[in-house]
Nanobody, 123 residues
Framework: QVQLVESGGDSVQAGGSLRLSCITSGPTYSCMAWFRRAPGGEREGVAAVSNTGVNTYYAASVKDRFTISRDNAKNTMWLQMNSLRPEDTGTYFC??????????????????WGQGTQVTVSS
């Protein structure tokens, strides 16, 4: 089974930017996605990308601020986060292997998960 490893989390001030990376241990031909969990909150979908990287999907709360992308040749997916807000604080996870590649942002649809990377945005 392919393993996922996130990196790039940090503490930044509001308005700042971060770029998260998710490296897979091998080729991943499925849709992939980023999720986050705020302190004391539930895991929520942030963005998803199709297996080719052509199609992208975003939660309304991050649309026009975050950009998801992937490079299958590098076994890597990214999440570029701009104009960060305190409410973006949380642990960010990458995930893969949904049964359908339809841009789902439901955590129940993804089988493979990374361990997460912490993002903290201060006001």
């Amino acid at each position: 089974q392919v393993q996922l490893v996130e990196s790039g989390g940090d503490s930044v001030q509001a308005g700042g930017s971060l770029r998260l990376s998710c490296i897979t241990s091998g080729p991943t031909y499925s849709c992939m996605a980023w999720f986050r969990r705020a302190p004391g909150g539930e895991r929520e979908g942030v963005a998803a990308v199709s297996n080719t990287g052509v199609n992208t999907y975003y939660a309304a709360s991050v649309k026009d601020r975050f950009t998801i992308s992937r490079d299958n040749a590098k076994n890597t997916m990214w999440l570029q986060m701009n104009s960060l807000r305190p409410e973006d604080t949380g642990t960010y996870f990458c995930a893969s292997d949904p049964p359908l590649c339809d841009g789902s942002l439901s955590p129940d649809d993804y089988k493979t998960w990374g361990q997460g990377t912490q993002v903290t945005v201060s006001s």
